[in-house]
């Protein structure tokens, strides 16, 4: 049955002839995802028609052909629009069970959804909510209707519902989903959720009915039904989760992450504090858990890294609280296992060497931050980064050890994975200008100390505790051997000048400061110097004649034909040269005549 036909049957009204038709339909086009332009027109009056047959009264049977047939349809974003109107948009919001009801609030003072039938039918529900779903991530002003029919606060509604059975996993994927797109479209709509549906506690609330936890200690999560041998020496084996949870609270995370960008960049008060440390806890059990597929723990994994990079840093602390265990990782009488985990995620990200910036960074920022405002977590990070320096003869970044292949990094041609390595680096040195010499050279050192003017050293290293002394006895052996730019014991060169005479020397060093003289002036080089704030300033001719009048009188000369003149000067210098070549010329010709006269 072609399209025309099909429209035919439904222009005729009868609700068995347009349930076939449609049926017929949609089994066709169940797995088309792309159209051409053949038939736009038809496309768009079918669905005029279905959205028409949705007002009536119809029997499930033919309200789920209409539901389909517009999830269908919705898939091509440029036919949309017989779908992104506020009555089109109504209709679906009511039969995905999400409409709300306009000046009608329940006894409590909520809000009150308006169900389109008294026992819904789930299957309508979803396919309700994937149309809408097609339709907002298709167009920016279905987006717009969406809010302003109040749908985030229907979808909020539900999820407050949570723990009832009636709604399946379905249901909920698509309503999270939802929520999801039009966070993610328009700031209006994160704040409402943010501030007016406290949207941080609501979204932690389902997280935590989603992934079945209980709380045996106010910021210490676990599994319920999970039971935990205190006479085990190994930690407690936590079942993988199933794929649906995983799916729905990766969904949360993503909504979660999308309200709370801003959330390290401003001030919370107490009661925010709170929602965030909770939720902070919640998100440590995150990492902790995996799912029945490896690449469902990574995604995981992955949206949980990068909520916890949105809280607030003085919210992370609940990620050291929960109590030592056996088969804990332990240090300084504190819980590392989420620090831990969280190092081994990022040099994992590391050696797959794809999309770093992505996959790498979150995880690395968190673990700077952390170290930064947390002793314990520093000092743990510092013992497994840069533990004492034994090798003193091959480069830093040589190795295949965690601190060679950050410092690595501190030359990648990516400028915010360049930056975040060293930083991490730095706070793991204190910001101790030497220390981080030390342990990376001051050629990979040099970027980070020019940026933060420390290239003379010095400067505040922060509030940082004291550390013992850590150098080994092969360092404090090779320390005075130590080369400060490779960070390393170089081998003995032979003296490239060794044979020269004095005059041959000069020679040498004239040659290359007229290459760099010349590479100067085609602007290919810009010849810098340090600022009296340790920066990196460009150098003028006056700095040049400043760095004559320091040198010995004897090597004056010499440098001071090769100053960088003004355009002007060096027009005179040229014009005085060239008459002086003219009167040695007529002086020359003169004599030659006063000889053939004699």
């Avoid at 006894?107 to 959804?113: A, K, P, S």
């Avoid at 506690?201 to 935590?208: A, K, T």
């Avoid at 210490?220 to 993988?240: Q, T």
Wanted: proline share 4%; net charge negative.
């Amino acid at each position: 049955m072609d399209l025309n036909a099909i429209i035919e049957n439904m222009e005729t009204g009868d609700q068995d002839a347009a349930l076939m038709a449609l049926q017929t339909y949609n089994k066709k086009m169940t797995q088309c995802f792309t159209f051409t332009t053949d038939e736009e027109e038809q496309r768009e009056r079918l669905g005029e028609l279905v959205l028409g047959f949705l007002e009536r009264d119809l029997q499930p049977s033919c309200q789920l052909a209409c539901l389909e047939t517009i999830r269908i349809l919705s898939r091509d974003k440029n036919n949309v629009a017989p779908f992104i109107t506020h009555t089109a948009m109504q209709t679906l919001s009511r039969h995905a069970g999400i409409a709300i009801s306009h000046g009608n609030v329940d006894c409590e003072g909520g809000v009150v959804l308006v169900p389109f039938a008294e026992n819904p039918d789930l299957e309508i529900i979803v396919e309700a909510l994937k149309s809408i779903c097609n339709i907002c991530l298709h167009n920016k002003v279905a987006v717009q209707v969406g809010q302003d029919l109040q749908l985030i606060v229907g979808i909020a509604e539900r999820l407050k519902q949570c723990g009832e059975d009636q709604w399946n996993h379905y249901v909920r994927f698509f309503d999270l989903r939802l929520m999801f797109l039009l966070t993610a479209q328009r700031v209006a709509m994160r704040t409402q959720l943010l501030r007016e549906l406290r949207g941080v506690s609501l979204l932690s609330n389902h997280l935590d009915a989603t992934l079945g936890l209980c709380w045996p200690d106010t910021f210490e999560v676990g599994r319920a039904g999970v039971e935990v041998d205190p006479d085990s020496e190994e930690p407690a084996e936590m079942p993988p989760l199933s794929r649906e949870k995983i799916e729905r609270a990766m969904e949360i995370l993503k909504i979660l992450f999308n309200i709370t960008y801003d959330a390290n960049r401003r001030e919370v008060d107490e009661e925010e504090a709170a929602a965030f440390r909770h939720l902070g806890a919640i998100l440590r059990h995150c990492l902790m858990s995996s799912a029945d597929a490896q690449d469902y723990t990574e995604e995981f994994h992955s949206h949980s890294l990068n909520l916890l990079g949105n809280l607030p840093l003085s919210c992370l602390d609940v990620l050291l609280m929960p109590k030592v265990q056996q088969g804990s990782i332990e240090y300084m009488g504190v819980n590392m296992d989420a620090v831990n985990m969280l190092l081994e995620y990022m040099e994992k990200r590391l050696d797959r060497g794809k999309k770093l910036k992505e996959t790498m960074l979150p995880s690395l920022n968190l673990l700077t931050e952390s170290a930064r405002i947390h002793r314990e977590t520093r000092k743990f990070l510092r013992m497994k980064v840069l533990p004492p320096l034994r090798d003193v003869k091959n480069l830093p970044e040589v190795g295949n050890a965690l601190r060679n292949k950050l410092v690595r990094l501190m030359t990648n041609i990516d400028t915010d994975v360049k930056n975040c390595a060293a930083e991490f680096l730095f706070v793991l040195c204190k910001e101790s200008v030497s220390r981080f010499i030390k342990y990376t050279g001051y050629g990979n050192a040099a970027g980070l100390l020019a940026a933060r003017g420390l290239l003379r050293g010095g400067g505040n290293p922060g509030v940082y505790s004291e550390d013992e002394d850590s150098d080994t006895e092969e360092y404090r052996e090779a320390k005075s051997q130590i080369n400060p730019v490779t960070g390393r014991v170089e081998d003995e060169q032979p003296n490239p000048m060794e044979g020269m005479t004095e005059e041959q020397k000069e020679l040498e060093a004239m040659k290359l400061v007229n290459m760099f003289d010349k590479l100067s002036r085609s602007n290919i080089i810009q010849p810098m110097m340090l600022g009296i704030d340790g920066s990196m300033t460009q150098m003028n001719s006056g700095d040049l004649r400043r760095m004559r009048d320091q040198i010995p009188q004897g090597q004056q000369l010499h440098l001071q034909t090769q100053l960088r003149l003004e355009p002007q000067q060096q027009e005179q210098q040229q014009e005085h040269k060239k008459e002086q070549q003219d009167q040695q010329q007529q002086q020359g010709s003169g004599s030659e005549d006063e000889g053939e006269v004699e």
